[in-house]
């Protein structure tokens, strides 16, 4: 089994004195997921000499005065009410984890070809977590050296202060500080009001909001374990997602990717007709609020939709046809955001429930907006970039595939018997 040699590891403070106080979380942080993000990033090693080539000191140095900016990642998980209240971001100062590492086991080249999303790649080349409650640190991060020269860099950020934008918007900041830019110049400078999603005096639940609430428990042949699953990273050209598309008139590259996706998920799961699935969407509500919020809101700002339908009529119906169920739950703008800020006032969002899912259904998640060139630290951009793990089966990731334009990268998760027929059914139908 593959191993990495930690070789040093400390709590990096903002390079200056930041503001101190709280920062107040709305119900959408209390919402997501209470646990860490870990992802990674690919960078092969250019013509600088090994010392030279993502520089640990020059990392940290730009990490310290990133988090000046970015002050909040800096503290720690608090409570209000000196611990028994609500969640919220405690402005301590006291830093990110930052680790650095060494693999002699593997190149790059070898890690790309063997890479899927799964816990042995997390404890790799992601730091190890603490249990995700106050007064937790926000944000670790790790550079490993590969044999060959090449690094991996991991972070782990916790999920109730940033969603998958925020993250790559941080990243994308601390990359440009490295590369040169002045820390007072963070090129979107971040807005942590949350209070903007703060819910409204009168509230108006208008909505169901079914993706807030418990699942019915399914039938045994349905049920999944959170734990098991197989993962795989998998590719579509530009040319396989121009014709996919065309299947789809008028879907975006997410929804057409994710129907087609949803249809050979339920094919390669041998589910009777007459089953229920449900295809769950988490949807960045940034620019579809009245008004939207700031370009560079740093918190957490997407919501759970969903639609379902019989697997019957996902697979006997034309690929296009999934992808018009999926752009209905894709189109919700400003009434069903408030609608879901103010019902979850009311059923207090820091405990619902939080599980796997049905091996009937399947949970998309979009990250197509985030740009693999704006991750250059100064030594190119990265050829990989993706999630260290899947939670459980039955997650989907849509996303860029690096240095291919226009090509799109999976990152997915099922039950391992289903997994080599969805792979025989998806290259058959892409």
């Known amino acids: ?44 090693r250019n013509g600088d000499d090994e010392a030279a080539f993502f520089a640990a000191d020059a990392v940290r140095d730009g990490l310290a005065r990133a988090l ?28 990110a984890v930052f680790v650095t ?40 991060v790790q550079v490993t050296h590969l044999r060959c020269g090449s690094v991996v860099l991991g972070m782990a950020l916790h999920h109730s202060v940033v969603d998958a934008r925020s993250a790559a918007h941080f990243a994308e900041t601390w990359a440009s500080i490295v590369r040169g830019a002045p ?25 169901d909001h079914p993706e807030y609430k418990a699942e019915p428990a399914p ?51 041998a589910l009777p007709p007459e089953a229920e699935t449900r295809l769950y969407s988490m949807i960045d509500m940034r620019q579809r ?31 296009g046809h999934a992808a018009r169920r999926a752009r209905a739950v894709t189109s919700q703008g400003d009434d069903y955001a408030r609608s879901l800020v103010d019902y979850l006032e009311d059923v207090d969002a820091m405990n619902l429930p939080r599980s796997g899912i049905s091996r009937a259904h399947l949970r998309a998640i979009s990250w197509l907006g985030m740009s693999l060139a704006d991750a250059d630290f100064g030594w190119g951009s990265p050829a990989f970039m993706g999630p260290a793990i899947m939670y459980y089966s039955g997650f989907v990731y849509v996303m860029n595939a690096p240095g291919k334009d226009g090509a799109v990268a999976l990152a997915l998760s099922l039950e391992p018997e289903s997994m080599p027929e969805f792979r025989k059914v998806f290259a058959d139908e892409s």
């Open 1 to 44: 089994m593959a191993t990495v040699e930690v070789l040093t590891s400390e709590v990096v403070a903002p390079a200056e004195e930041t503001p101190a106080g709280a920062v107040w979380l709305s119900n959408l942080d209390l919402a997501a997921r209470r646990g860490y993000t870990p992802t990674v990033y690919f960078y092969r």
């Open 68 to 95: 000046v900016p970015f002050y909040p990642l800096a503290g720690r998980l608090g409570l209000t009410g000196g611990g028994d209240g609500r969640v919220q971001i405690d402005c301590t100062g006291e830093g």
């Open 101 to 140: 590492a060494r693999s002699g086991h593997y190149a790059l080249d070898d890690l790309m070809g063997e890479f899927v999303p799964c816990g042995e790649m997390r404890d790799l080349f992601v730091p190890a977590t603490p249990p995700p409650n106050p007064p937790c640190a926000l944000l670790l």
């Open 183 to 207: 820390a007072g110049d963070a090129p979107v400078p971040p807005c942590f009001d949350h209070r903007l999603l703060a819910a409204r005096p009168a509230r108006a639940v208008l909505y």
């Open 219 to 269: 039938a045994p042949a349905h049920a999944a374990t959170a734990s098991t699953y197989a993962s795989a990273i998998i590719t579509l050209t530009k040319q396989q997602v121009a014709a996919l598309k065309a299947a789809c008139a008028g879907a975006s590259t997410f929804r057409a990717v994710v129907a087609l996706v949803w249809q050979c998920a339920c094919r390669a799961r």
């Open 289 to 319: 609020l009245s008004p939207p919020l700031p370009p560079g809101y740093f918190g957490n700002a997407v919501i759970r939709t969903s639609t379902s339908a019989t697997v019957g009529e996902v697979v006997s119906n034309p690929v």
